[in-house]
């Protein structure tokens, strides 16, 4: 019942996280082209603080959530992909390591939300993030065979996340750049 319990939770974490994210993409994309035909700073300072309210709500307690659990409870977090791992303390070890780094990086995207400085740092941490996930599940799905379908919506997860924030930063939406000034 508590590994059923946790699936769900978890899957409809994944969906709220992806709908969240392309939500606020959307939104952000529309009212930041709008603000930029006003051509004034207040206008993108209003967009930031936005943008900040977005990320201190479900998007980033979901996100922090998930990549907790991998560290505090990675048995049954996995096991909703129907991963087994055991008592193993060294895959236990392993599995709890990748979970603070990505607890850690989570933290470093909050960051991004309030501190003008580190948006761009969170964005590109993201990119590179969702897309060395997703990319490396493909490249595991041609080496090793396909996995749970949990696994491939996982996988979709994290390309599309990834792409996003890729374009984010390529088309310069992002809302400071690395030298910490505002975007327009």
């Keep these: 019942m508590t ?4 699936l769900f939770t978890y899957e409809v974490s994944l969906i709220s996280c992806a709908l969240v994210a392309g939500v ?14 006003a051509r004034t700073s207040a206008t993108v300072e ?3 603080g936005i943008n900040r309210e977005v990320f201190k709500t479900v998007f980033m307690v979901l996100l922090i959530g998930m990549w ?12 909703s992909s129907g991963i ?17 780094a990505l607890l850690a990086c989570a933290m470093i995207v909050l960051l991004g939300a309030f501190i003008s400085r580190l948006t761009f740092t969170a964005l ?4 590179v993030l969702y897309l060395s996930y997703g990319v490396s599940r493909l490249v595991s799905m041609a080496v090793d065979g396909l996995p749970s379908l949990n696994l491939m919506a996982v996988t979709l997860f994290e390309l599309g996340i990834g792409l996003v924030c890729a374009l984010a ?16």
Excluded: Y
């Design 169 to 184: 930063l390529a088309t310069g939406k992002s809302s400071a750049s690395p030298d910490g000034k505002a975007v327009a």
């Design 46 to 48: 209003v967009m930031q």
């Design 124 to 127: 590109l941490l993201s990119t």
């Design 3 to 6: 590994q059923t319990w946790l």
């Design 24 to 37: 606020f993409l959307t939104f952000s994309d529309f009212v930041m082209r709008s603000l930029n035909r």
């Design 84 to 100: 087994v791992i055991g008592s193993d303390e060294n895959l236990l070890s392993e599995v709890r390591a990748a979970g603070g």
């Design 68 to 79: 907790g659990a991998i560290l505090f409870v990675p048995d049954e977090f996995h096991a």
